[in-house]
């Protein structure tokens, strides 16, 4: 499975910006894809995923503000994200994993190359 991030970028507080993780390839193993990030000195966190059923999950810190969606005709995953935050700057990673039941998200050793997000005050 390969992931290509992109759609990072520089915006001031309370704007938007929309990330987009195109996939290619197959692993049976696989049935979701997140959205993580890092900040410095910070570790990595998972920020939003979505399987291929279309059940959603979101970090307390982002519900209400970041909306995750997929379009399984461009293999592709969007993190639409509205009233950015100056604690929103990060390094932005896709992840292809596996998503269960009880809702939650383990990701497996598949990794966007991640994209700069920074938001200005």
Known sequence: VQLQASGGGL???GGSLRLSCAASGRSSSINAIGWYRQAPGKQRELVAAI???GSTNYA???KGRFTISRDNAKNTVYLQMNSL???DTAVYYCNAGTT???GSYSPHDY???GTQVTVSS
Do not use: F
């Open 60 to 62: 307390d810190s982002v």
């Open 11 to 13: 915006v001031q507080a």
């Open 51 to 53: 399987s291929n059923s």
């Open 85 to 87: 935050k100056p604690e």
């Open 100 to 102: 269960y039941y009880s």
């Open 111 to 113: 990794w966007g190359q």
